[in-house]
T-cell receptor, first 111, second 115 residues
Framework: LAKTTQPISMDSYEGQEVNITCSHN???????ITWYQQFPSQGPRFIIQ???TKVTNEVASLFIPADRKSSTLSLPRVSLSDTAVYYC????????????FGSGTRLSIRP | KAGVTQTPRYLIKTRGQQVTLSCSPI?????VSWYQQTPGQGLQFLFE???????NKGNFPGRFSGRQFSNSRSEMNVSTLELGDSALYLC??????????????FGEGSWLTVV
């Protein structure tokens, strides 16, 4: 059964690096992992997407180990405005028959 | 470049009524998908349309339906509304569909309250 698992919540402080992990069993060779950020009353906003090893953009990095059973979203030097819920998304299978969102991680950043 | 646009943003309906929600995808995107978000169940996939054809469907009852027009705009309909249908309904679009590797972009959602 395809499933993604994330921690329910995390706390950190401004200026720190935050790492949020998503576990995804039964992931296939060609399945991508995507991370979204969601603020209250808004739709999820795309952060980063990856397939293997490491991907970096202007706001985050995504680390995917060789076994691909998990992935880690890394947010460098967080600020108060990074307080949000973060979701991982895995589309299991090329036919998109299994579109599974994680339950979300509520990240709280303190001054 | 305009993002995914959903209308209406907020609406209140009575049990037993039906509702239609509208979504305009990002220009050039041919895939539109719909999600339901509730505090208890999180984000759940409803269905996906590509070139006016439903390609994938989540585990929702037949009261939930949708369609896509030739200009890629999409509507979803919920008939015989129940209190449990109160949720944020999110529309997302992508270039070529929700197969792995295609980035999905979300709209701001339509808040439905059933009373």
């Amino acid at each position: 059964l395809a499933k993604t698992t994330q921690p329910i919540s995390m706390d950190s402080y401004e200026g720190q690096e935050v790492n949020i992990t998503c576990s995804h069993n039964n992931i296939a060779t060609n399945d991508y992992i995507t991370w979204y950020q969601q603020f209250p009353s808004q739709g999820p906003r795309f952060i980063i997407q990856g397939y293997k090893t490491k991907v970096t953009n202007e706001v985050a990095s995504l680390f995917i180990p060789a076994d691909r059973k998990s992935s880690t979203l890394s947010l460098p030097r967080v600020s108060l405005s990074d307080t949000a819920v973060y979701y991982c998304l895995v589309v299991f299978g090329s036919s998109a028959s299994k579109i599974i969102f994680g339950s979300g991680t509520r990240l709280s950043i303190r001054p | 470049k305009a993002g995914v646009t959903q209308t209406p943003r907020y609406l209140i309906k009575t049990r037993g009524q039906q509702v239609t929600l509208s979504c305009s995808p990002i220009s050039g995107h041919r895939s539109v998908s719909w999600y339901q978000q509730t505090p208890g169940q999180g984000l759940q996939f409803l269905f996906e349309y590509f070139s006016e054809t439903q390609r994938n469907k989540g585990n929702f009852p037949g009261r939930f339906s949708g369609r896509q027009f030739s200009n890629s705009r999409s509507e979803m309909n919920v008939s015989t509304l129940e209190l449990g249908d109160s949720a944020l309904y999110l529309c997302a679009s992508s270039l070529a569909g929700q197969s792995s590797g295609n980035t999905i972009y979300f709209g701001e959602g339509s808040w439905l309250t059933v009373v």
